[in-house]
Structure formats: structure tokens, C-alpha cells
């Protein structure tokens, strides 16, 4: 079983920065893509940016230039930088894996593991 753990969430200025951690339990090697969600209040959790067993990333058109997903493959961790904070970004951040078999890229039914989610908010 893989446990997915976040950090880094908390409150922030428009224009600010914050960085987002995510321990992986096992070795990242082993498992498929992993992904950033977010959930707005009262919206459905969607897509931020999604990186590729192979190293080929997505991001979602809203966070494009202002958000960067990274991993280290020595420490089992996915880290998601955010600058140019906007209060629209404000939302829970999920980390998200996939088992090796699943396609790319997955869908948001299609994701195996879930990490508890980390506030974000950004105040204008």
C-alpha cells in the first residue's frame, strides 16, 4: 500500500510563494505518474500539473508559468512550486499516484492512491 503525505500548505499574500512536499512511502520507481489536484471550496477536485513515470509533465492551463512539479527520486518526494499566488488558487492540494499499469495520462477515477490534502489559501 502506498501512503501519500503533503506539506508545505498554509496562508499567503496575492504574489506570494508557497512550496508543497509530498512523501512517498515506497520507491517512486515502482509506481506510475504522479500528480498535484486541487479542490476549490464547494467545486470538483481538478487537475494542477501531472508528471509521467518517464518524466513528461502536464499542467493545468490555469497554473501554467506560475506553478512547477518536480520530483527526487532519492528521497521519494514531488514537490509542487508555486509562485504568483492568485486567490482563485486558493483550494486543498492533494498528491496523487498511480499504480505502474495504468495509462497515461490518468483521469481522476483512475488514480489509485491519495494523499489527505493541504490547505492552501491565498488572501488579496
Known amino acids: 500500500q502506498v501512503q501519500l503525505v503533503e506539506s508545505g500548505g498554509g496562508l499567503v499574500q496575492a504574489g506570494g510563494s508557497l512550496r508543497l512536499t509530498c512523501a512517498v512511502s515506497v520507491s517512486i520507481g515502482g509506481i506510475g505518474a504522479q500528480a498535484w489536484y486541487r479542490q476549490p471550496p464547494g467545486q470538483q477536485r481538478e487537475l494542477v500539473a501531472l508528471?509521467?513515470?518517464?518524466?513528461?509533465?502536464t499542467y493545468a492551463d490555469s497554473v501554467k508559468g506560475r506553478f512547477t512539479i518536480s520530483r527526487d527520486l532519492s528521497k521519494d518526494t514531488v514537490g509542487l512550486e508555486m509562485n504568483s499566488l492568485k486567490p482563485e488558487d486558493t483550494a486543498v492540494y492533494y498528491c496523487?499516484?498511480?499504480?505502474?499499469?495504468?495509462?497515461?495520462?490518468?483521469?481522476?477515477?483512475?488514480?489509485?492512491?491519495w494523499g489527505q490534502g493541504t490547505q492552501v489559501t491565498v488572501s488579496s
Open positions: 508528471i509521467s513515470r518517464g518524466g513528461t509533465i
Open positions: 496523487a499516484a498511480t499504480e505502474l499499469f495504468r495509462p497515461f495520462p490518468p483521469t481522476v477515477e483512475s488514480i489509485d492512491y
